[in-house]
T-cell receptor, first 116, second 114 residues
Framework: EADIYQTPRYLVIGTGKKITLECSQT?????MYWYQQDPGMELHLIHY???????EKGDLSSESTVSRIRTEHFPLTLESARPSHTSQYLC???????????????FGPGTRLLVL | KNQVEQSPQSLIILEGKNCTLQ??????????LRWYKQDTGRGPVSLTI?????NTKSNGRYTATLDADTKQSSLHITASQLSDSASYIC?????????????FGRGTQLTVWP
């Protein structure tokens, strides 16, 4: 079982609210990722980080922001939630610098977000 | 356009039976291919990872094959169990960047009935 945690697991919130989805890993991985997944659809990368103070946008345009102040922590923030943000958000970590061929991403359990 | 296509979209089998899931990809340049198992409401868990030089890899009752020439992979599940009910996701990584960008299939939803 991977040591990567996400909170909350489920969140129902009203439109316009600010929310932060938490993600922590205790494996010392440099690389961390946020994915968005709708039911029956593929995962889409929305943000990633190579290490502390490194953040990049992924393939899918997202109105969320991330920060990486500590290696183990990679929170995702929505400043103003909208119904279109309703989805499952998966955090992952993995990667050893210089050994990308062997990289395995470990996923957290996900946060299911419903914006009313 | 880099893509990963999986078939079938869903599959129902009886407990104890074998099944094979397919993955075709157009990702180039190719780095590696992974199969993940995702239980409902959970994050994906890695089953196998194969580079271009490997054509088969096993993990218990799961056996993955890779044909890098035809850009096809399969995941064979032997003697299925109820706990195998999940979505199986094929993920292909390219060598286009140090990130090793990942391309996800939509998954095959497997249901095992008693």
């Amino acid at each position: 079982e991977a040591d990567i945690y996400q909170t909350p697991r489920y969140l129902v919130i009203g439109t316009g609210k600010k929310i932060t989805l938490e993600c922590s890993q205790t494996m010392g991985h440099d690389k961390m990722y946020w994915y968005q997944q709708d039911p029956g659809m593929e995962l889409h990368l929305i943000h990633y980080s190579y290490g502390v103070n490194s953040t990049e946008k992924g393939d899918l345009s997202s109105e969320s922001t991330v920060s990486r102040i500590r290696t183990e922590h990679f929170p995702l923030t929505l400043e103003s939630a909208r119904p279109s943000h309703t989805s499952q958000y998966l955090c992952a970590s993995g990667g050893i610098a210089g050994r990308e061929y062997q990289e395995t991403q470990y996923f957290g359990p996900g946060t299911r977000l419903l914006v009313l | 356009k880099n893509q990963v296509e999986q078939s079938p979209q869903s599959l129902i089998i009886l407990e104890g039976k074998n099944c094979t899931l397919q993955c075709n990809y157009t990702v180039s340049p190719f780095s590696n291919l992974r199969w993940y198992k995702q239980d409902t409401g959970r994050g994906p868990v890695s089953l196998t990872i194969m580079t271009f030089s490997e054509n088969t890899k096993s993990n218990g009752r799961y056996t993955a094959t890779l044909d890098a020439d035809t850009k096809q992979s399969s995941l064979h599940i032997t003697a299925s169990q109820l706990s195998d009910s999940a979505s199986y996701i094929c993920v292909v990584s390219d060598r286009g960047s140090t990130l090793g960008r990942l391309y996800f299939g939509r998954g095959t939803q497997l249901t095992v009935w008693p």
